[in-house]
């Protein structure tokens, strides 16, 4: 698995947990308040787990800017410490 896979496969888990999302709907494409009906605190306790498990520190502006999954994967694979791989 490259970098973006396993970090899409932690994320697609934490967004399970956390959202209540049905596996199979959790894609890059996925939008978070169209396709999984989250709203702003959801996203916030979404991004707080996200930052806790990879180490990352997501700013409100990135935070404003991720619409999607892949726009979150994208963010936390630009700015994690290769020792999350390792």
């Known amino acids: 698995?490259?970098?973006e896979e396993i970090v899409f496969?932690?994320?697609?888990e934490i967004i399970v947990e956390e959202l209540g999302v049905?596996?199979?709907k959790v894609i890059l494409e996925a939008g978070f308040?169209?396709?999984f009906g989250a709203d702003s605190l959801d996203a916030l306790e979404l991004?707080?787990?996200?930052?806790s498990e990879f180490l990352v520190?997501?700013?409100?502006?990135a935070a404003l800017k991720m619409?999607?999954?892949?726009d979150l994967v994208q963010y936390v694979v630009d700015h994690v410490s290769d020792k999350?791989?390792?």
């Open 1 to 3: 698995m490259n970098k």
């Open 9 to 12: 496969e932690k994320i697609k």
């Open 22 to 24: 049905k596996p199979e």
């Open 33 to 35: 308040s169209d396709d």
């Open 47 to 51: 991004f707080n787990q996200i930052e």
């Open 57 to 61: 520190s997501i700013t409100d502006d």
């Open 67 to 70: 619409k999607d999954v892949k």
């Open 84 to 86: 999350y791989f390792g």
